[in-house]
């Protein structure tokens, strides 16, 4: 079956950051494009990162459904440089939630 998602480039301190996602898994994923079915892609872009040394990458992704169901979240990447001089990718992943105000926003009475 299959779960697709929007990927879309947030902010990245490689402006060719697309193309070398292109190059190392055969398409764009980014943009204008349909929803796809990237399973791998914290890996693949950690990948990336690692072999064009992209320093910072922030990726948003919206799950397939509507608004109030859809899983949607943002991905912050960063490349750092430890002090045996091996490069590592870190990544933070940030869920948007809806959430239930303990107040109503709103109340109306009828008559």
């Given at each position: 079956?299959?779960?697709?998602?929007?990927?879309?480039?947030?902010e990245s301190s490689d402006p060719d950051f697309a193309s070398h996602v292109e190059d190392v898994i055969g398409?764009?994923?980014?943009?204008?494009?349909?929803?796809?079915?990237?399973?791998?892609?914290?890996?693949?872009?950690?990948?990336?990162?690692?072999?064009?040394?992209?320093?910072h990458v922030e990726i948003h992704g919206q799950g397939e459904g509507d608004r109030d169901e859809a899983d949607?979240?943002?991905?912050?990447?960063?490349?750092?440089?430890?002090?045996?001089?091996?490069?590592?990718?870190?990544?933070?992943?940030?869920?948007?939630?809806?959430?239930?105000?303990?107040?109503?926003?709103?109340?109306?009475?009828?008559?």
């Amino acid at each position: 079956m299959g779960y697709y998602t929007r990927f879309e480039i947030k902010e990245s301190s490689d402006p060719d950051f697309a193309s070398h996602v292109e190059d190392v898994i055969g398409y764009v994923p980014f943009g204008d494009t349909d929803e796809v079915k990237w399973y791998e892609h914290e890996d693949d872009i950690a990948r990336v990162m690692l072999a064009y040394e992209v320093d910072h990458v922030e990726i948003h992704g919206q799950g397939e459904g509507d608004r109030d169901e859809a899983d949607i979240w943002d991905k912050v990447f960063d490349r750092e440089v430890d002090g045996d001089g091996e490069a590592i990718v870190s990544m933070m992943e940030f869920k948007y939630e809806l959430r239930v105000p303990e107040e109503p926003t709103r109340v109306r009475e009828f008559r």
